[in-house]
């Protein structure tokens, strides 16, 4: 049965989350505000709804674990799975924003939530107001940089000219999607942790962060096939800052995570460092500014390294 509120609560999410993605641009076109603008922070934001709901629901009823690592396995699997997969069925290309500005505030985040957590095992609430300022901070730094005419592909004109009756139902709905579903995956995550003999963390790091990665995965790899638009690194850097700062900020904020689980810091933690940081070599070896297909596979080679060590050191 837990297998059963597990994938109901992936299903609401994925619905959720896109029901709240269409109303909330829909609501930005009725004030306004540019198509860029709406990419990079609208859209940014609505994508993290479900990570944040799942997080915030499991800080709620007393599983920090799955808090902390829905983040931190989201992050591994976005490099590691997305990434990798989609890079083997087509090559992405690196721009220069990628070391100028990108890959640089994505590790500043990750090493700061380290200091944060290993500090005094606990993210607090000042500390989750500090996350979500720097996100607040990097995406200025980030329209200023961009060029007015930037193509931001996420968004659908069509969303501009949407009744607000439509707009209300939409975001009715994906409330209510992401409400139920964040709490039954939590609880049916926590009924499998328990059955199989494995640790909450490592529930989350793995079930959770895949299952809620899964719907990005599928995309970039449909789009990657159908060599339709050009797969952007940037978008998945991006993700990653959006985890940290706003997931696990905005959780923090309403409620402190304690570290509960020791391979969060011993383990889990480096690896999310680990599959950070190697982008930057990766991106400058031979083939430069460019993931091909080994580059792609090497990814997920390892993050089929990490999934096994996992579960093997869990029990």
Request: no cysteine.
């Amino acid at each position: 049965m837990s297998i059963v509120w597990v994938v109901l609560g992936f299903t609401l999410l994925v619905v959720g989350g896109e029901f709240l993605v269409r109303s909330s641009v829909a609501l930005s076109f009725k004030f306004n505000i540019s198509k860029m603008v709406i990419g990079m922070t609208v859209v940014s934001f609505a994508t993290s709804a479900p990570e944040l709901l799942v997080s915030l629901q499991a800080a709620l009823s007393g599983s920090p674990a799955i808090a902390i690592t829905n983040v931190i396995g989201s992050n591994i699997a976005n490099i590691g799975l997305v990434l990798g997969v989609t890079a083997m069925v087509s090559t992405i290309a690196v721009d220069k924003s990628f070391y100028r500005l990108n890959w640089p505030v994505m590790m500043v985040f990750s090493i700061v939530l380290y200091y944060f957590l290993k500090n005094d095992n606990v993210l607090s609430a000042f500390e989750g107001i500090i996350l979500f300022l720097g996100l607040v901070l990097f995406l200025v730094i980030l329209i200023r940089s961009t060029k007015s005419n930037a193509v931001v592909e996420e968004v659908d004109e069509t969303l501009a000219v949407v009744s607000n009756f439509k707009i209300g139902t939409w975001l009715l709905i994906g409330a209510t999607s992401l409400y139920f579903g964040s709490e039954w995956l939590v609880d049916g995550a926590k009924a499998i942790a328990l059955s199989v003999g494995v640790s909450e963390a490592v529930i989350g790091v793995s079930l959770i962060a895949i299952g809620t990665s899964v719907p990005e995965l599928a995309a970039s790899i449909i789009a990657a096939a159908k060599q339709e638009k050009a797969i952007s690194l940037g978008n998945l850097i991006g993700s990653n800052i959006f985890n940290i700062a706003s997931v696990l900020g905005l959780t923090a904020i309403i409620k402190p995570i304690p570290v509960t689980e020791p391979l969060i810091l011993t383990s889990d933690i480096f690896w999310m460092l680990g599959f950070a940081f190697v982008l930057f070599p990766l991106v400058m070896l031979r083939k430069k500014f460019e993931i091909n297909r080994a580059k792609g596979f090497f990814l997920v080679f390892v993050y089929g390294v990490f999934m096994f060590l996992l579960f093997t050191a869990g029990k």
